[in-house]
């Protein structure tokens, strides 16, 4: 069995196992076009890593992951580079507010209760999102389109009302809307906490609010959040070495090794698969990751003592 | 009265032998008991973290003691205990408490003074067969030779079973009794003992000490050691990530990024995060 020692987490792991995880998060990012760290860091809990590093190394995996896409988005002209920027500004913001945060949760010796309980809810949201989302799918495609269309304007118009109340209203060109910064960099600002704290790229996020809250089209959604995701990953993984010295450069480059070979098998898989389907599986996914984080936190554990840290 | 003299003057003798014993293996020889070169031997003397590392495994041997022939009290072959401690540090631990009635969250905190990092005990027959429990409390074998006198009063005292659970967990703490092998070697037989310590023991100097026990008294002691530590990359990196971590930070990141620029010239994809 080859193993690998982790420097900064001052343990060892697996080798194979970890270019598994990665494996079937990039699988899972080249499924479902996500980047899957909102999965991968309580995998990683799961295996023994101290949380506070799995988080950050999480961020540093992200980073690369961001920059490839970043790139070949930019080249293609998918990225609203205005949009990018107040999303970056609040994200930078959010991430160094987020890393505030860890320091003093594991001054406060609850980084690892925090982490998980946060996972906890935000996996516990997205999954059931997902699940209910994929039926609703399943079933519009049986209802007339005529029904469809009268919905549809109704829904959208409460929300429109809002977003038009805002003030500093701004032409956003390249996503073709007139939306307030306001919208941005608060947007930026909570996915800048959650990368800190989840040492998630907050895609999954960003990406569904861009597409039904700020009405970008989807081909200019993805590159901009890369190109946001890329800066805060940044932004945060520096944060993380600096401040609380939890990133295993180690460990990023190993999940990142894996994450890519899964992301192109994943990206073949998704060609002959259902998308319909796919999402469930991934609610699935998801709600189970949830449940099993939870029962680690509602079950006695096997040692009523922990390191101060949360490692 | 010339019983209880005998018996006096003996542990007297032994005493003496385990105290000098310490700087060697004369006395025990004086006693009758094998000579041997090296007692007890630890294999190898020392282990290096490097990249692939993952725990380490110590070998560590003593000369076997048949003892006297017959069926006189404390005739037959003595009894081996091993123990493997790590340099004692204050560990400063968090305690888990429900909160809001449904979590387990750490909620208070509490110190336990000069345990070791790692500590490994075997032993060829269970610690109760080798002599009272406070002989072997003062010996410093077995769990409850590392409880502080000072804790037994203190919430450390009531949590040192918890300790010891997570300390177990981690294969950090381990006691066992196990079947020590019988080989030859050139000085005479001798028994052997596998410790092997998990990736998570710290780079340190770790102690070893042998006893050997006959009729519930210490009739031979020896000590070695072995020493694990940091490889050069895996110094590197520690230090850096340590001491250095806005640079640490800024080479994780610029690394990344050249990964990633790689991988995507590689694949040429794009992928959504």
Redesign the interface.
Known sequence: ?????L??A???AN?LTLLGLGGVVGLL??LF???G?FLLTPLLLMIGIPPAVAAASDS??????????T???AR?GNVDFKMGLLLLLGGLVGGAVGVRVIKLLIA???A??AIR?TYVVMLGLIGSYMFVDSVRALRTARVPVARAAREAPRRASAWARLVQALPWQVDFERSAVRISVVLPLALGALVGVLSAVMGV?G?FIM?PVMVYLLRMPMHVV?GT??FQ?LFTS?NV???????N?T????L??VL?VGS?LG??VG?LASRRLKADQLKILMAGIILATMVAMVLG????????????GGH | MRRALAVAGGGFLAGLAALVSLRGAGIAAAQGERPVARDPLVEPAGAV???????ARFTVSTAADPGPPGSTPGAGPAAVAVVVSGPPVDL??????RVWG?????AG??IFERVPEAYVVHTSVPPAELAAADVLRSLGIGYESLRSPADSASEAGA?FP??V??KE?EKLFQAAVVPFRAERAAGGDRLVTDVVL???A?AATYRVRVFRFRGGRVVWRGEGGFTIS?GAA?AL??TL??RH??L??????V???A???L??FV???????
């Open positions: 069995m080859l193993h690998i020692y420097p900064v001052e343990r060892g080798l990012s080249g076009g996500v980047g760290g540093n995996q992200i980073v690369a992951a961001a920059s490839s896409g790139f070949a988005h293609s406060t010796g609850q690892g209760f309980l790229g895609g990406v993805v959040s890369l995701i940044v993984t520096v944060l993380q070495a600096a401040m010295r990133v295993d450069f180690l990023a480059l990142l890519t992301a192109q990206a936190l509602v079950l006695r554990p096997a040692a009523l003592l922990s390191y101060e | 973290i490097g990249v692939f590392y993952h725990g400063h631990l968090r305690i888990k408490r449904a979590f387990w969250a750490p905190d509490v949590f918890e300790l659970r997570l967990s998990p990736a998570r710290p940091r895996n990196l520690a990530a340590n971590g806005l640490y930070g800024l080479v994780a990141v690394v990344a990024v990964a990633g620029l991988v995507g694949f040429g994809s794009v992928k959504g995060h």
